[in-house]
C-alpha cells in the first residue's frame, strides 16, 4: 500500500521532533545540572575508603546554654564525634595521604609523632587504615588514659618528661629522631635503636603536626568549607584556642576568603605566648618577663592548646584579636555545659566555649558565634575530671552559672 505524502510528513515530523527533544534534554542536563540522569557519583566509583569516610562532615551544634546566656546564636563543631574522638582525625589523615601521594611513606611504613595526646590517638586509629604503623612519643605529664587509648589501638608509645622544644629529648625531637632510625633500619635491614622494633624495615616518616602544612590544609579545605556551609554563610565570628595551629589558622584564613567582616579571635591558656603574638607581635608572657615560670612548658591543666613558639601552621591564620582564659575558667565551663546540655568536653573544648562567651559579650546580642569542641572529656578523667587533682591545684569547681567568667579581655590584633 503506497504511503500517502500526509502521512509520510506526520513521521517525518515526530522524528524531527523526537531527536530534537533528546537533543535539547542533553543540552539542559548540561546548563542545569540538576537535570542530569542519575550516574554513580565520583565517589561511589572509586569505591569505599572505610574509616576514612567517617571522618569530618560533624555536625553543627547549637549550645543552648550559652546562646540563652548571651543572645547569641553560639555554635560548635562536634569533632568528638569523629571515629579516632577528635578534631585531630582529620589531621592525621590528610598527614598520612599527603606523605603516601609524595613517596615520604609507604604501604607498611612507620608513621612517628610527638603529641600531648589527641594526634597520637588519631594517628594510631588511622595509620592501620593505610596499613601503616604508629610510633608516638608522648610527655609523661599527659592523662594516663591518653597513653592507654594508644596502646590499645596497636600502636608503640614512649613516654619522656616534659622539656624545652630546644631539648634534643622534648618529645617532638624525640619522634623526629625515631623516623630517621627507622629510615636507617629499612636501608641496613638491622636494628640500631631499642626504641625502634624490628619489624619496622620499610623507613619511617615523621608527621610533624606543627610545621607540617597539611595539618593547616585538612582545615582549610574541610573544616572551614563545612562551617560556611553549615551556616549558609551566616556567620559573624570564629574563636578557638591554639597548639599547633592548624585548626585557628585554617578555618581564620578560610571564613576571612568568604567574607572578610567575619571576625576571628584567638583564646589563649594560661603560660602560652600566643596572647602576646597576636596582639603585641612579641612572644613573651608576664611568667615569663618576670622569672616566675613553673617547671613545667605550660604553666595550665589544659592539654593540647598553648604554646611559646610560633608554628608555620599558626602563622597561616588571620586574626582579629585575642583574648586569655583560665583553668578556673575551663573547669567551670565544662561542668557548666555537662549540667545544662548534657555535653561532656576536653579541656581544650572547655576553653573554647569560654572563647565563644567572651566574643559574645564583646558584640552584644544577636551575633552568630562559631567554635569547635575538639574531643570529649573521657580523656580527661585522671585530671582535668579528677576532684582531687583539681582540689590540690585550687580548682574545685563552684559556679552554677556563668559568674565565674570575668568581664571579657579581648585586644584587637596590631
Excluded at 537535570?35 to 547549637?62: C, E, F, M, Q
Excluded at 551566616?234 to 585557628?248: C, P, R
Excluded at 593540647?304 to 588571620?318: C, Q, V, W, Y
Amino acid at each position: 500500500m503506497a504511503v500517502r505524502p500526509n502521512e509520510l510528513f506526520a513521521v517525518a515530523t515526530l522524528s524531527i521532533a523526537l531527536v530534537s527533544y533528546l537533543l535539547f534534554s542533553h543540552q539542559l542536563s548540561s546548563l542545569l545540572p540538576w537535570r542530569k540522569p542519575h550516574k554513580i557519583s565520583n565517589k561511589k566509583r572509586k569505591g569505599r575508603r572505610g574509616l576514612v569516610d567517617a571522618i569530618g562532615n560533624t555536625p553543627l551544634l547549637r549550645i543552648n546554654s550559652l546562646s540563652e546566656a548571651t543572645g547569641c546564636e553560639i555554635l560548635a563543631k562536634a569533632e568528638f564525634l569523629n571515629p579516632g574522638g577528635s578534631i585531630k582525625d582529620r589531621v592525621a589523615v590528610k598527614i598520612i595521604e599527603e606523605a603516601l601521594e609524595h613517596g615520604d611513606l609507604v604501604e607498611g611504613g612507620l608513621v612517628t609523632e610527638g603529641s600531648a595526646g589527641s594526634t597520637a590517638i588519631s594517628l594510631a586509629t588511622v595509620a592501620p587504615a593505610y596499613r601503616c604503623k604508629c610510633h608516638v612519643v608522648i610527655p609523661d605529664d599527659a592523662a594516663i588514659e591518653k597513653a592507654q587509648i594508644i596502646e590499645a589501638l596497636g600502636a608503640n608509645v614512649e613516654r619522656v618528661r616534659p622539656v624545652s622544644i630546644t631539648h634534643r629529648d622534648h618529645f617532638v625531637n624525640v619522634a623526629r629522631r625515631r623516623a630517621l632510625e627507622a629510615n636507617e633500619l629499612a636501608k641496613k635491614h638491622e636494628i640500631k635503636d631499642a626504641g625502634i622494633s624490628q619489624g619496622n624495615s620499610k623507613g619511617g616518616f615523621f608527621a610533624d603536626q606543627f610545621e607540617n602544612f597539611a595539618n593547616f590544609r585538612a582545615h582549610y579545605e574541610g573544616t572551614g568549607p563545612e562551617i560556611w556551609e553549615q551556616t549558609e554563610g551566616n556567620l559573624d565570628a570564629f574563636v578557638s584556642a591554639a597548639g599547633t595551629g592548624g585548626t585557628v589558622a585554617g578555618i581564620s584564613r578560610y571564613l576571612k576568603e568568604k567574607n572578610p567582616n567575619v571576625k576571628c579571635f584567638l583564646i589563649d591558656p594560661p603560660g602560652s605566648g600566643l596572647f602576646n603574638r597576636v596582639i603585641r607581635g612579641v612572644m613573651y608572657t608576664r611568667e615569663e618577663a618576670e622569672g616566675r615560670r613553673l617547671k613545667n612548658p605550660f604553666d595550665t591543666i589544659t592539654e593540647g592548646i598553648g604554646i611559646n613558639r610560633l608554628t608555620n601552621n599558626f602563622m597561616m591564620a588571620e586574626l582579629d584579636g585575642a583574648y586569655r582564659g583560665t583553668d578556673k575558667e575551663a573547669v567551670e565551663m565544662s561542668r557548666f555545659l555537662l549540667r545544662n546540655d548534657g555535653l561532656f568536653v576536653g579541656s581544650s573544648s572547655a576553653m573554647n566555649c569560654v572563647g565563644a562567651v567572651r566574643v559574645a559579650q564583646t558584640l552584644g546580642a544577636g551575633h552568630t558565634i562559631v567554635t569547635v569542641l575538639c574531643d570529649s572529656g573521657f580523656r580527661h578523667l585522671s585530671k582535668f575530671y579528677n576532684p582531687q587533682y583539681l582540689a590540690d591545684l585550687g580548682l574545685t569547681p563552684t559556679a552554677t552559672r556563668l559568674e565565674f567568667l570575668n568581664p571579657p579581655r579581648v585586644s584587637q590584633s596590631r
